[in-house]
C-alpha cells in the first residue's frame, strides 16, 4: 500500500483475513478489515469500503470496544465521508454529529481525570481528530452552501489545530485557506482576506508545498472585491508555481480563474465606458 501497488496489497490482505478468521485473532480480523477499508476507501471502492468498515467496526464492539474509543470514532468518520460522497444526506449528518458530539463529550470527561491516567498523547489525539471530523463536517456542510454553520465548524476545527500542532502547520493553513473561501461565498471578503493573506505569509516562510493552492485562494478573494491588478499578479505566481509542482488540476483552476479575471475587467472596462457616454 506504502509503494502504490494496491492491487497486490489486496491479495495479501484477503489471505490474512482468512489466516485471521482460521486462527479466531480478533485483533488480526479487525488489523486487517481496516487496512482493507482504507484500501477500498483510497480506491474509490466506497460501498464495499463501507462494508468493511462496518465490519472492522462490529468485532471492535462485539470484543468490548467502547463506542467512544478514537478509533470507532475514526471509521464512523470515514463512513459520513462515504455517505455524504454519496449524497446519502441524512446518514452523512448523523454520522457527523455521532462523530463530534462523542469526541465533545469525551474531552469534557478528560478534564476531570487525574493528569497521570491520560498521556498527553492520547489527549491530543482526541482533539486533533475532533479537529478533523470539524473540518469534515464543514467541507460537507459549504458543499450544500450552509455558509454560517460551515464558518463555525472551521473556525473551531482551526482553533484546535493552532491549539495542538502550531499555527504554521500544513493543516493549519490549509483550514484558514478554506475558512477564507467560505467567508468569501458569504461575500465577507475583508474577513477573507485577512485569513488567506495570514496563510500565504505562514506557507511562505515554512516553504508550504501547496503555496501556489493558497496564492490562488488569495488571487480569487482579491478578484471578488474589484483589486483585479493585484489579482492578476498573484494569479500568475500561482500557476508559475503549479507548473514547476506539475499539479495539473491546479493548473486547470488558476487558468480559470484568470479567464473569470479578464472577463470582469472587461465588464469594468464596458461599464466605464457607458457611464463616460452619459
Excluded: W
Excluded at 464495499?48 to 470496544?65: H, R, V
Excluded at 470527561?109 to 486533533?128: G, I, N, V, Y
Excluded at 478573494?221 to 509542482?245: N, R, V
Amino acid at each position: 500500500m506504502m509503494t502504490g501497488e494496491l492491487d497486490a496489497a489486496n491479495v495479501f490482505l484477503h489471505k490474512a483475513v482468512r489466516l485471521a478468521h482460521q486462527t479466531h485473532n480478533n485483533d488480526a480480523i479487525i488489523y486487517t478489515y481496516s487496512l482493507m477499508a482504507n484500501l477500498a476507501f483510497i480506491q474509490g471502492q466506497l460501498d464495499n469500503a463501507e462494508k468493511l468498515f462496518k465490519a472492522a467496526m462490529s468485532f471492535m464492539l462485539s470484543g468490548g470496544t467502547p463506542q467512544d474509543d478514537n478509533a470507532v470514532i475514526e471509521m464512523s468518520l470515514k463512513l459520513a465521508s462515504i455517505y455524504a460522497t454519496q449524497n446519502k444526506n441524512e446518514l452523512a449528518e448523523h454520522g457527523f454529529q455521532f462523530c463530534t458530539e462523542s469526541l465533545e463529550a469525551k474531552i469534557e470527561k478528560h478534564k476531570d481525570l487525574p493528569p497521570e491516567s491520560l498521556s498527553d498523547e492520547e489527549r491530543k489525539d482526541t482533539r486533533l481528530l475532533l479537529g478533523l471530523s470539524l473540518d469534515a463536517r464543514a467541507r460537507y456542510l459549504a458543499s450544500h452552501r450552509r455558509f454560517t454553520v460551515a464558518c463555525r465548524d472551521y473556525r473551531h476545527a482551526l482553533q484546535i489545530c493552532q491549539e495542538e500542532q502550531g499555527e504554521s502547520h500544513p493543516q493549519s493553513l490549509v483550514l484558514m485557506s478554506d475558512l477564507a473561501t467560505v467567508l468569501d461565498l458569504q461575500g465577507k471578503h475583508d474577513e477573507a482576506l485577512v485569513y488567506v493573506r495570514r496563510a500565504v505569509d505562514l506557507g511562505q516562510a515554512a516553504g508550504h508545498p501547496d503555496q501556489h493552492v493558497l496564492l490562488g485562494n488569495m488571487a480569487g478573494i482579491l478578484m471578488h472585491k474589484g483589486e483585479f491588478e493585484e489579482s492578476g499578479k498573484l494569479y500568475q505566481e500561482a500557476l508559475s508555481l503549479a507548473h514547476a509542482a506539475g499539479d495539473t488540476e491546479a493548473i486547470e483552476q488558476l487558468q480559470e480563474g484568470l479567464r473569470e479575471l479578464a472577463n470582469r475587467k472587461s465588464g469594468q472596462k464596458e461599464k466605464e465606458t457607458e457611464e463616460t457616454k452619459k
